[in-house]
């Protein structure tokens, strides 16, 4: 009792200590002397909460959970006290999983895993990943992990965790392909997460020009960079202006957003955040990156309702300056930062921390941004090849260049 007590103590003193002194950490190398407020102290006395967990102990006909499980539990009964839907606590699996999406690579056999109606776990390997090199196939279903059954109640987070590795280590994956058990045996690899594809869009037309597709599905370490390389491959192709898709994309990094945003423009602020600091609320801007590889070609920007965070970052700053329209639909309205701090056994805490708001200092928390162009996906769109907004887009993208080249 006395090493759970303490246990908890200890997380609740990292959590609240984040809460304090955290707001500094998201702008930090921009911010200088960081000054960290005192860590407040907090009663520890926990009589009532040993007072009721032993009569649960005395008591509760059930299966009683484990130290670590009550402690997570109150974990997230203190952080729900504060009343926002994002400060949150997350365990150390989905963390892990979480923490390699934002990295972008992670140690794996390169399966897509989704789970169907029916609970059962579906795999698709893809292109020339261990998987694939292995045999197998697409709809093959996972029923088991180095011996351990893969059971139909078993969250994505479950089995992405047993899948997944030290690049390096082996991996037995059992799987049923109709009537047939088949077993494989895999060497984890590095498996990348690229966050952007680009392709050409080609003029139906005789003298329609060339237009750059370029889909964002989520702001990671890597996308940055990505950014950079498909702006130039698709500019080596002759693309004479740029479609962003920023549709689904929930978000992600805040420099990454920073660093995207700053490929198509030429100064400025790419937002504004209010956060707190030991003297009260304080005001930071986000400068553009210099060197932006597309700073005057037209450009329009697709969105959609799952659009969000640092996705409706550079969504706002190119509406702000009008360097391009947003088309689609009202964006999902995240507009606020969280700090993430992770604790030794691997799961983190994420506390809200700041206020996010465009250039021009609308707020986007709980707003959302408007679209230039509303163009709602219709509800016939069923399938991949109907996509009336990217139709739209193009329209519109098309209509730009058309202007910037009249004389």
């Known amino acids: 009792m006395l090493n759970s007590r303490r246990l908890f103590l200890i997380l609740m003193l990292l959590s609240w200590s984040a809460l304090l002194f955290g707001a500094g950490w998201i ?18 006395d926990y009589r009532l909460l040993d007072e009721v967990w032993s009569r649960v102990q005395e008591s509760f006909i059930g299966q009683v959970p484990s130290d670590t499980v009550r402690n997570y539990g109150a974990i997230r009964g203190m952080l729900a006290t504060l009343n926002d839907r994002w400060t949150i606590f997350v ?5 892990a999983i979480q923490r390699d999406h934002l990295r972008g690579q992670f140690g794996g056999i390169g ?55 030290e690049v390096g280590t082996l991996v ?78 929930s978000g992600g990094l805040l420099n990454a957003a920073v660093e995207t945003a700053s490929q198509f423009l030429s100064g400025g602020n790419v937002l504004i955040e209010r956060k707190r600091s030991p003297s009260g609320e304080i005001t930071v801007t986000h400068a ?11 450009l329009v920007v697709l969105v959609n309702a799952n659009t969000a965070s640092a996705a409706e970052i550079v969504a706002g700053a190119l509406q702000d300056y009008n360097r391009a329209p947003l088309i689609g639909e009202k964006t999902f309205g995240k507009g606020s930062v969280q700090l993430v701090f992770d604790f030794s056994d691997g799961s983190s805490a994420h506390i809200t921390a700041a ?53």
Request: charge should be neutral; proline fraction near 7%.
């Open 355 to 407: 206020k996010w708001l465009t250039p021009k200092g609308r707020a986007i928390d709980g707003v959302g941004l408007t679209p230039d162009i509303e163009a709602p996906r219709l509800p016939h769109e069923a399938q991949p090849s109907v996509d009336s907004q990217l139709e739209r887009a193009v329209k519109a993208l098309r209509a730009r260049l058309h202007t910037n080249l009249a004389p």
């Open 288 to 298: 553009v990156i210099s060197g932006g590889l597309a700073q005057l070609q037209p």
């Open 27 to 44: 702008a930090r190398g921009q911010l200088a002397p960081r000054v960290v407020p005192q860590v407040m102290t907090l009663p520890t």
């Open 172 to 249: 037995r994956i059992t799987v049923r392909r109709g009537e047939q058990t088949l077993e494989f045996s895999i060497t984890r690899a590095l498996i990348e997460i690229p966050s952007v594809e680009w392709r050409v869009i080609e003029g139906n037309q005789a003298g329609e020009a060339t237009l750059g597709y370029i889909s964002i599905r989520q702001f990671t370490e890597r996308t940055g960079a990505e950014a950079r390389q498909a702006i130039a491959e698709l500019r080596e192709a002759g693309s004479q202006g740029y479609l962003i898709d920023l549709r689904d994309n």
């Open 111 to 165: 399966v897509d895993i989704r789970i169907d109606e029916a609970g059962r776990i579906l795999l698709t390997p893809r292109r020339n990943s261990p998987a694939e090199r292995a045999g197998i196939q697409a709809g093959d279903i996972l029923i088991g992990v180095d011996g351990t059954a893969i059971t139909e109640g078993m969250s994505f987070e479950d089995v992405a965790a047993r899948v997944r590795g």
């Open 91 to 95: 365990e150390p699996q989905p963390r």
